[in-house]
């Protein structure tokens, strides 16, 4: 998915998270579950501890493309400057928040236009507090993140309802995390609709993260109707 050579690219549909502190680790990590996964997602735990050089080490140990989950939520210039940063470290991803509005999520799509990134917009969170005000507001933020050209939304693999109905009024690509350590069903979400599904922990810290990512794979497999596998 994503504008001019796509940055990332289906094929298990999924998506590992790493938030790990410790950079050994967090290549280990990659490198076992790169053959499974079709992108890696990296939070502010792994670099604000390690560093941007990270998202590099990341690709080369993992073989797969990076997004860069800074939850971009600030006023435009600030916004755009960060998902700038992500870009110029190598992320061929970048999440914002949709709530922070249209002209935020317009800043964040034109750093990632330039180096031809994914602009990735969450409109629903998948903990308990998101069902607070993400999922009340789900519809709207949906409109928000099209209002500024985002090109992918993070919907909630907690409530796979959720994807379905906003996987259809954004009519773009859906990443869905919180399945397994958080309590969805990679199947399920797979089932719904998500386009790639987010698994973080149970990939991460497992004993054999290459089995628990062949696993989350044969899972989404499961989940996803034939006409789109
Ligand atoms: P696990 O719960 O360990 O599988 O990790 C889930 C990953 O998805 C973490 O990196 C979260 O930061 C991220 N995430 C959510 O869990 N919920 C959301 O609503 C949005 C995200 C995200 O944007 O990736």
Known sequence: VGRGAAPITRNSGLVVAIDLEDLDRALAVAAAAGPHVDAVKVGYPTVLS?????????????????????????????????????????????????????????????????????????????????????????????????????????????????IAALKARARLPVFSPGAGAQGGSAEEAARAGADFVIVGRTISTAADPAAAAKAAAASIAKGVPRARA
């Open 50 to 162: 390690c560093g941007t050089a990270a998202v590099a080490a990341l690709a080369k140990a993992s073989g797969r493309p990076v997004i860069c989950d800074f939850k971009i939520a600030d006023i435009p210039p600030v916004a755009g400057a960060i998902a700038a940063r992500a870009v110029a470290s190598g992320a061929r991803g970048v999440i914002c928040h949709a709530f922070a509005g249209a002209d935020t999520v317009a800043a964040v799509v034109r750093a990632c236009d330039g180096a031809g990134a994914l602009p990735i917009a969450v409109v629903e969170m998948s903990h308990p507090g998101g069902a607070t005000f993400t999922q009340p507001a789900a519809e709207r933020l949906v409109d928000a993140a099209l209002e500024g050209g985002a090109r992918a939304i993070v919907a909630p693999a907690t409530r796979p309802g959720a």
